[in-house]
C-alpha cells in the first residue's frame, strides 16, 4: 500500500526546504544588491563632485606624472595640495579611501601616500573602468587604514569609475572605498527577522494538511483490501490462458520479429547517417525532390541552407578523428534541439549538413532560419575535458528563382555557402547567379596561378626601410608581384586570398622565401650589401610540419645567413597556428628576426603578445593614414610607442607617404619607416640602381 502521509510528510519538508533554500537567498541576493545600489551612487556622486571641484588638480596632476617615479609623486607640491583639498571633501562622509590612477594603470594619487606608484594594470576593476564601465565590489576587511585612522572588522564597497575629459574620452580612473558596514548590519538583522516569520507560516501550513492527508490515507488503505482481492483472482485467470497463447505462438512472432527487425535495420542504414541519426544524402535529395512537385503545384517557395563548419578541421587535426566525431553528434543534436523553422535537417558528409524549409513567404523567414543556426553555435561544444568554440558558414538558394532541380538548389546553395565563409566565419550569404561567374573565374584564375608558378610569371619586388633619424637604408620587404599574359598585372590583394584558399600559398610562399634569398645572396656577392630582408609568412606555411626544415634548406641552399632574414607574421596568423609560441622559438633559434604586421588590427591579447619571441612591431598603414586628421589613430600610435618600449620592441612605421607623418613618428622615437616617400615596392634591378652606393 502506497503510504500517503510518509510520502507527504517528505515531500512537504523538501518542497518546504526548497522554498526557503530559494527564497532566503533570493531575498538576501535582492537586498544586498539594492544597497550596493545605493552606495554605488554614493560613490558615484562622490567621485563626481571630486572631479568638478578639482578637475584642474587632476588633470595637471596626472600630466605631472608621465614618466615620474613615486617618490616625485609623494613629495610634490601639487599631490599634497590636491591630497588636502580631497581630505576636506571627505569629512562627515562614509569615504574612507580615494585612489586616481592614470592610463597606464599606475596609482598617481591616493589619500594613503604608500599606495601612490603602484600598478593596478591587470586589476579587473580598472581594466573594466579604463573602458568606460562603472564597476563596484564588495568586500569585509578585517581592518582598513582610512583618512580617520584604522577600522577593524569592516565591510567595504570599493568602486572603479572613469575620469571623464571633456571630449568624454576615459583619462583615468577613480578607486573609491566607502564604508557600509552599517547597512550590512541592519539588512543581516532583516534577514533573521524575515527567516523566521517564514518559518512559522510554513509550519502551521505543514500541520493543516498533514492532518487532512492522514485522513485520506485511511480511506486508501480500506478500499485498497478489496481491490486487492479481485485483482488476485483476475490475475490468475489471465496467466492461465497466456501461457496457453505463449506455446502457441512463440514460434511464428520470433521469426516475424526477426525479420522486421532486419528489414527495419536496413531501411534507417539507407535513409540515415550511422553517426549522428540524421537524414544522409540519398533522404534528403528524395525529400527536396518531392517537396519541390509539391511546392510548384502549390505555387509555394522552398528554400534550401548549405552548412558547413569552419573550424572543424583544426579540431580532426589537433585532438583527433574520435573527438571529432563526438564533436559532429554534438553539434546534430545542437541543431535539432535548437533550430525552430526546419523542415528537415540532414548530413551530407564530414563536416557539411543541409536543411530544407518549406512554404517560405519572404526571405526574412529564412534569415531568421539562418541566423537561428548561427546562434547556435555561441555556447561552446563541451567534450570531456575540451571546451570547443566554433562556427558555421550558411549558403541558402531559393526555388523557383535558384532553380527548380535538386542538383541546381543543392549547388547553389554550396556556392552560396563558399561566399558566406569568405566574409569572414559565422556568415550567412544568399544565393546570387553572379557567384556562379565568380566561382567559374576563381577557377580559371586558379588554374592561371598553377601555371605561373611554373612558367616565370612570378616576380620578387622589394621596398625598402629606412632608419628615421638618417635616412640610412636598412632593410627592405620583399613583396610578389603577378605579371600573367592572359589577365595582366593581377594585384596581390586577388591572387593571395586565392592561393590562400585553395593550398597553392604554401609552394607560393616557399618560391618567394627561395627567391629572395636567392637575390640577396646574389647583390652581396657582386657588392651590393643589403643589411636585412624581410618575407610574409601564411598560416597555411606555419601549419606545415616541414616548414623549418624547408626553411633550412633554403638558407643552406642559397648560402644566406639566417640573421639577415626578417619573417614577417600579422597577430591572426600567430594566434591560429597550434603551439605557435615553440614554433616561433625554433625560429628564433636558427638566428632569424621576427616582426609582427599589421600590429592593432588583430586580436592577440597583451598577456600573450608579451610572451612571443618577436623583435618588431609594425604598425598598420590605416593608422599611419589618420596622422593630422584623426586624434584617435594618433593616440594608437603613441600607445604603441609607449608598449614597444616597455617590451623592447623595435618599430617599424608602414604606408608612410608624407613629410608630416614622417616627423610626427620620428618625434615619437619610432626607428624604422616603409612607404612611398622613401620608395615603392620595385624589381629588383631599380632597387639596387636607387640605393647602391654611389661611386
Not at 489 to 512: H, Q, Y
Not at 630 to 652: H, K, P, Q, W, Y
Amino acid at each position: 500500500m502506497f503510504n500517503l502521509s510518509r510520502y507527504f510528510s517528505t515531500v512537504s519538508f523538501i518542497l518546504i526546504v526548497l522554498a526557503a533554500g530559494v527564497l532566503g537567498p533570493l531575498y538576501q541576493k535582492l537586498s544586498l544588491q539594492q544597497m550596493q545600489d545605493l552606495a554605488e551612487g554614493r560613490n558615484l556622486a562622490m567621485a563626481q563632485v571630486v572631479q568638478n571641484s578639482l578637475r584642474d588638480s587632476i588633470e595637471a596632476l596626472m600630466s605631472d606624472s608621465v614618466g615620474r617615479d613615486a617618490d616625485y609623486l609623494r613629495q610634490s607640491e601639487k599631490a599634497r595640495r590636491l591630497q588636502a583639498r580631497v581630505l576636506e571633501l571627505m569629512q562627515d562622509t562614509d569615504i574612507t579611501r580615494v585612489k586616481i590612477y592614470n592610463r597606464l594603470g599606475s596609482t598617481i594619487f591616493s589619500t594613503d601616500s604608500s599606495q601612490i606608484g603602484e600598478s593596478r594594470l591587470d586589476n579587473p576593476g580598472f581594466r573594466s573602468a579604463i573602458s568606460g564601465a562603472l564597476i563596484s565590489s564588495l568586500t569585509h576587511r578585517n581592518s582598513i587604514d582610512g583618512h580617520e585612522g584604522s577600522r577593524a572588522e569592516v565591510d567595504v564597497l570599493a568602486s572603479y569609475i572613469p575620469i571623464r575629459g571633456h571630449d568624454q574620452s576615459v583619462e583615468g580612473v577613480f578607486e573609491l572605498y566607502q564604508n557600509v558596514t552599517p547597512f550590512v548590519a541592519q539588512l543581516q538583522r532583516n534577514m533573521w527577522l524575515v527567516t523566521g516569520g517564514v518559518a512559522l507560516v510554513f509550519a502551521a501550513l505543514y500541520l493543516m494538511q498533514f492532518l487532512v492527508v492522514r485522513r485520506a490515507q485511511g480511506i486508501l488503505e480500506d478500499q485498497e483490501g478489496r481491490i486487492a482481492a479481485a485483482r488476485d483472482t483476475l490475475e490468475i485467470q489471465v496467466a492461465a490462458r497466456t501461457d496457453e497463447l505463449k506455446r502457441t505462438n512463440t514460434q511464428l512472432e520470433g521469426e516475424i520479429v526477426e525479420r522486421r527487425q532486419a528489414q527495419s535495420k536496413l531501411n534507417y542504414l539507407a535513409y540515415h547517417d550511422p553517426l549522428t541519426g540524421l537524414s544522409n544524402r540519398r533522404s534528403f535529395i528524395e525529400r527536396l525532390d518531392e517537396s519541390l512537385r509539391e511546392s510548384a503545384r502549390r505555387g509555394e517557395r522552398l528554400a534550401v541552407l548549405f552548412i558547413d563548419l569552419d573550424q572543424f578541421k583544426q579540431v580532426n587535426d589537433s585532438l583527433g578523428h574520435g573527438v571529432g566525431d563526438e564533436l559532429l553528434i554534438s553539434v546534430a543534436a545542437r541543431l535539432s534541439e535548437h533550430v525552430r523553422l526546419i523542415d528537415m535537417l540532414a548530413r551530407l558528409g564530414g563536416d557539411e549538413f543541409i536543411c530544407l524549409m518549406e512554404g517560405v513567404r519572404a526571405e526574412g523567414d529564412v534569415e531568421t532560419l539562418a541566423g537561428e543556426i548561427i546562434a547556435a553555435f555561441e555556447t561552446p561544444f563541451v567534450l570531456g575535458d575540451h571546451e570547443l568554440f566554433l562556427s558555421a558558414s550558411v549558403g541558402i538558394s531559393l526555388s523557383p528563382g535558384d532553380g527548380d532541380s535538386v542538383v541546381d538548389l543543392m549547388r547553389n546553395a554550396d556556392t552560396a555557402m563558399y561566399r558566406a565563409k569568405a566574409l569572414g566565419r559565422g556568415n550567412f550569404h544568399f544565393y546570387t547567379p553572379e557567384m556562379t561567374r565568380d566561382a567559374q573565374e576563381r577557377i580559371r584564375m586558379e588554374n592561371l596561378l598553377r601555371r605561373a608558378l611554373d612558367n616565370g610569371e612570378l616576380s620578387v619586388h622589394l621596398q625598402p626601410q629606412v632608419e628615421t633619424s638618417s635616412g640610412r637604408l636598412v632593410g627592405a620587404e620583399a613583396l610578389v608581384r603577378w605579371n600573367s599574359p592572359e589577365l595582366g598585372l593581377v594585384m596581390p590583394t586577388r591572387f593571395i586570398p586565392l592561393a590562400e584558399d585553395s593550398g597553392l600559398i604554401v609552394g607560393l610562399g616557399n618560391w618567394v622565401l627561395r627567391e629572395t634569398c636567392r637575390q640577396f645572396m646574389q647583390w652581396r656577392d657582386s657588392g651590393f650589401d643589403l643589411p636585412q630582408v624581410s618575407v610574409n609568412l601564411s598560416v597555411k606555411q606555419l601549419e606545415r610540419p616541414e616548414f623549418i626544415d624547408v626553411l633550412s634548406r633554403i638558407l643552406d641552399d642559397t648560402g644566406m645567413d639566417a640573421t639577415s632574414l626578417k619573417l614577417e607574421l600579422t597577430e591572426s596568423v600567430v594566434m591560429a597556428v597550434a603551439d605557435s609560441f615553440t614554433l616561433l622559438e625554433r625560429l628564433r633559434d636558427l638566428g632569424i628576426s621576427l616582426a609582427l604586421d599589421d600590429f592593432g588590427t588583430g586580436y592577440s591579447s597583451l598577456s600573450y603578445l608579451k610572451m612571443l619571441p618577436v623583435q618588431q612591431l609594425k604598425i598598420d598603414k590605416s593608422f599611419i593614414d589618420g596622422i593630422g586628421k584623426n586624434s584617435g589613430d594618433e593616440a594608437i600610435i603613441r600607445t604603441v610607442m609607449e608598449l614597444a618600449r616597455s617590451l623592447d620592441f623595435e618599430v617599424v612605421a608602414e604606408g608612410v607617404e608624407t613629410i608630416a607623418q614622417s616627423e610626427f613618428l620620428a618625434g615619437l622615437g619610432c626607428e624604422q619607416l616603409q612607404g612611398h616617400l622613401h620608395g615603392k615596392a620595385v624589381p629588383a634591378p631599380e632597387f639596387r640602381a636607387r640605393w647602391s652606393p654611389q661611386p
